[in-house]
Nanobody, 121 residues
Framework: QVQLVESGGGLVQAGGSLRLSCAAS????????MGWHRQAPGKQRELVAT???????NYADSVKGRFTISRDNAKNTVYLQMNSLKPEDTAVYYC???????????????WGQGTQVTVSS
């Protein structure tokens, strides 16, 4: 059982910045990978960035150099610092996590509700 709650979305002008946060709560053994995905109207959900518990990161080519993902393992929270925002970044951003539990060997994937990010020209 994992609940993911995102915050920090909003409306900004092109070139501006936003910082998204996602806090995980519940009962679990560990969360290895946390990340962010986004979905624009009429398009499929796509990967934005991921980070492991060890700090390894991965970014989509479209956001490299502009977005930074980070994680506070003690707080079970992942962040996405978004700089130099473009109108193309407009989408609903979803937090995601892969969790392991005390019993069983399966890894369960969880999604947050999503937070809207709108970038105006």
């Amino acid at each position: 059982q994992v609940q993911l709650v995102e915050s920090g979305g909003g409306l900004v002008q092109a070139g501006g910045s936003l910082r998204l946060s996602c806090a995980a709560s519940g009962t679990f053994f560990s969360i290895n990978v946390m990340g962010w995905h986004r979905q624009a109207p009429g398009k499929q959900r796509e990967l934005v960035a991921t980070i492991t518990s060890g700090g390894s990161t991965n970014y989509a080519d479209s956001v490299k150099g502009r977005f930074t993902i980070s994680r506070d393992n003690a707080k079970n929270t992942v962040y996405l610092q978004m700089n130099s925002l473009k109108p193309e970044d407009t989408a609903v951003y979803y937090c995601a996590a892969d969790a392991k539990f005390y019993s069983g060997s399966a890894t369960v994937h969880y999604w947050g509700q999503g937070t809207q990010v709108t970038v105006s020209s």
